[in-house]
């Protein structure tokens, strides 16, 4: 069988952090200025926050005891034809937004070479294509959900663009996010990351490898591969699904009247990728970063 490969955080040493890495304030088109946007997000219960404002780098400010703010920009390249925009969110950038008016290319290529950490933002309200997820270079996440797009316009859940890119060979983690523009937005979408303490250096490096999976409300408290059998257990749910390249994979879903808790699912060893998604009685989802096959590594990554 192939071996797998999976940095696996509920194996990782440390606790779980919750964090929103997308969200505006008043410095761009957000509601509230930075500080009392970090507070309302520190009531919640979040450890971390991105702030992200379109096109600008917001001054560091005096940030809740308890909370890591994260400087950010949002970036956008529009194009007319066909008609879409590419968002793309820059963390800890080491200068400001990317000039106007540039090729993809050229525009991606600088946002990459300027970030600790950057991810695409909402490809399906960006009407990006699937295809249009295989031109980004160097791309390592996507937000696979929305909060926003899905409360504004529907179009907040890109699994199907990320379940192509996956098939095509790339290796691409989910990210949860708000992108909050009001407080209405707030703590609906997040992703809990693994980490012994969080600081911003020991956070950049968790995100660059995986280390945390999204959530829009389930909980998924362990998972494991071992023996060729992936095995996740998690919050009570409606339905555990192994997502795999068509027509590979398994739902496993509850009873009537019941909700589970565990699932399992038995490499084949044709899957090329497995991830595993979570849905719950309401309908909220969470994510598992992809577990991948390699037929030239031995064993598997526990």
């Excluded at 400087?71 to 925009?85: K, N, S, T, Y």
């Excluded at 408290?221 to 998690?234: A, K, M």
Aim: net charge negative; glycine share 8%; aromatic share 8%.
């Amino acid at each position: 069988m192939s071996g797998t490969v999976f940095e696996n955080p509920f194996r990782a040493p440390g606790r779980w952090w919750k964090g929103n890495l997308h969200t505006h304030t008043t410095v761009s088109d957000g509601v509230l200025p930075p500080a009392e946007a970090a507070g309302r997000y520190r009531a919640l219960g979040y450890d971390f926050l991105a702030i992200t404002d379109h096109g600008i780098l917001v001054e560091p400010f005096e940030a809740p005891e308890g909370l890591l703010v994260v400087r950010g920009i949002e970036h956008a390249l529009i194009c007319d034809e066909p008609p879409r925009v590419w968002h793309v969110v820059s963390l800890e950038p080491t200068r400001e937004a990317a000039p106007e008016g540039r090729s993809l290319g050229r525009f991606i290529a600088d946002i990459r070479d300027s970030s600790s950490f950057w991810f695409l933002s909402h490809p399906y309200w960006s009407s990006l294509s699937e295809e249009d997820l295989l031109t980004i270079d160097g791309l390592t996440a996507v937000e696979v959900f929305n909060t926003i797009c899905e409360r504004i316009v529907g179009r907040g859940h890109s699994e199907q663009a990320w379940d192509y890119a996956l098939a095509c060979g790339r290796r691409l983690n989910a990210l949860a996010v708000d992108d909050a523009h009001a407080e209405c937005d707030y703590g609906r979408g997040w992703i809990m990351l693994r980490a012994e303490t969080l600081d911003l250096e020991t956070l950049l490096d968790a995100l660059r490898r995986g280390l945390y999976y999204a959530s829009c409300g389930p909980e998924i408290t362990d998972l494991t591969i071992e023996g060729g059998v992936v095995s996740v257990h998690c919050s009570p749910c409606r339905s555990i699904t192994f997502m795999a390249a068509s027509p590979r994979g398994r739902r496993v879903a509850a009873p009537e009247g019941e909700l589970l808790e565990s699932a399992q699912y038995e490499i084949k060893g044709t899957e090329t990728y497995v991830r595993v998604q979570v849905e719950d009685a309401e309908g909220r989802r969470a994510y598992a970063n992809p577990v991948y096959l390699e037929d030239d590594v031995e064993g598997n990554t526990p």
